[in-house]
């Protein structure tokens, strides 16, 4: 094609998957269960921005899902939750990725998520736990069981990105599609 810049492409994959993201939180603002599970879900498409096109275009796609799930949802929660973890922490992940030693990596990833869960429980918690009256009381809980969970997460989430390498990315680089 003539007078394509090569980040034109990368432009149309992050708007790509910005919509994409954008569709998953708006099912998980009107799903009555699953909530959490489907923001996560489109936090996976940050991830695929960053594989394929870089972290300038999942920075992109973070972003500019953030705004318009800010605006556009009916359920701020789970724009906010999208916002201020699932959404940010491919971007966070590649970074502390990149520092090629596991240990600080998982300084890095765990300082990332308990900065987040710390906003989220003492900023927000009045928006993610107003039906739960024992969530006061179990508070000294979320830390020690958050980050287990967490690490979990992070497992489970690399499996999905080295799935998405081997089955989506490769053949695209190939040529031959997905």
């Known amino acids: 094609m003539r007078g394509?810049?090569?980040?034109?492409?990368?432009?149309?994959?992050?708007?790509?998957?910005?919509?994409?993201?954008?569709?998953?939180?708006?099912?998980?603002?009107?799903?009555?269960?699953?909530?959490?599970?489907?923001?996560?879900?489109?936090?996976?498409?940050?991830?695929?921005?960053?594989?394929?096109?870089?972290?300038?275009?999942?920075?992109?796609?973070?972003?500019?899902?953030?705004?318009?799930?800010?605006?556009?949802?009916?359920?701020?929660?789970?724009?906010?939750l999208y916002l201020i973890f699932f959404g940010l922490y491919p971007l966070v992940k590649w970074a502390a990725e990149r520092l090629r030693k596991l240990p600080l990596e998982l300084v890095v990833k765990l300082a990332f998520f308990n900065v987040a869960l710390t906003v989220l429980w003492f900023g927000l918690r009045g928006i993610f736990l107003w039906g739960i009256p024992q969530a006061e009381e179990l508070g000294w809980l979320l830390y020690p069981i958050g980050n287990v969970l967490f690490?979990?997460?992070?497992?489970?989430?690399?499996?999905?990105?080295?799935?998405?390498?081997?089955?989506?990315d490769r053949p695209m680089r190939r040529g031959r599609g997905i």
Do not use: E, Q
């Not at 972290?55 to 899902?65: D, F, I, K, Q, V």
């Not at 690490?151 to 989506?168: E, H, P, Q, T």
């Open 151 to 168: 690490l979990v997460y992070d497992y489970g989430f690399s499996k999905l990105i080295a799935f998405y390498v081997a089955r989506v």
């Open 4 to 80: 394509r810049t090569p980040y034109a492409g990368k432009l149309a994959l992050a708007a790509m998957l910005t919509a994409l993201s954008l569709v998953v939180l708006w099912a998980a603002a009107m799903a009555p269960w699953g909530r959490i599970g489907l923001v996560a879900v489109a936090g996976l498409m940050p991830a695929a921005a960053v594989i394929s096109a870089g972290p300038a275009a999942g920075g992109l796609c973070w972003a500019g899902t953030s705004v318009l799930a800010l605006i556009l949802l009916p359920s701020k929660g789970c724009g906010l």
